[in-house]
């Protein structure tokens, strides 16, 4: 099965992206990972005519400690990433407390 026609827009910031996203409206789709969006818009649970690519939105790929106990995940961050063990060490060097809701893989993913 062969995915719908749309439109594929690849901004260059985040204000960019959110101009088409504001000008688009219910039309439009965010793809970061792609794996939800594509298989549902191949059996055509959605069918966006806009689809925004984020991936390459330098800002949305990053992983950053903020001084205060916190850390902000990008949109476009893959599980590779994550799984890198400097991050996930600099992230969980003081967990919060409940239980652990990530942990490094014990195998290299593909995507890198």
Same mark, same amino acid.
Do not use: C
């Given at each position: 099965?062969?995915?719908?026609?749309?439109?594929?827009?690849?901004?260059?910031?985040?204000?960019?992206?959110?101009? @088409?996203?504001?000008?688009s409206?219910?039309?439009?789709?965010?793809?970061?990972?792609?794996? +939800?969006?594509?298989?549902?818009?191949?059996?055509? @649970?959605?069918?966006?005519?806009? @689809?925004?690519?984020?991936?390459t939105?330098?800002?949305?790929?990053?992983?950053?400690?903020?001084? +205060?106990?916190?850390?902000?995940?990008?949109?476009? @961050?893959?599980?590779?990433?994550?799984?890198?063990?400097?991050?996930?060490?600099?992230?969980?060097? +003081?967990?919060?407390?409940?239980?652990?809701?990530?942990?490094?893989?014990?195998?290299?993913?593909? +995507?890198?």
């Amino acid at each position: 099965m062969r995915l719908p026609k749309f439109e594929y827009v690849k901004p260059t910031s985040t204000e960019e992206a959110l101009a @088409v996203l504001e000008k688009s409206g219910n039309k439009a789709r965010i793809l970061a990972g792609g794996t +939800d969006l594509l298989v549902n818009m191949k059996y055509r @649970v959605i069918r966006p005519e806009i @689809v925004i690519g984020i991936k390459t939105i330098e800002n949305l790929s990053l992983i950053a400690s903020n001084g +205060d106990g916190h850390t902000r995940i990008g949109a476009a @961050v893959t599980l590779s990433d994550l799984n890198d063990y400097e991050v996930y060490y600099a992230i969980m060097s +003081d967990p919060p407390p409940g239980p652990v809701v990530f942990q490094p893989l014990p195998w290299p993913l593909a +995507d890198r």
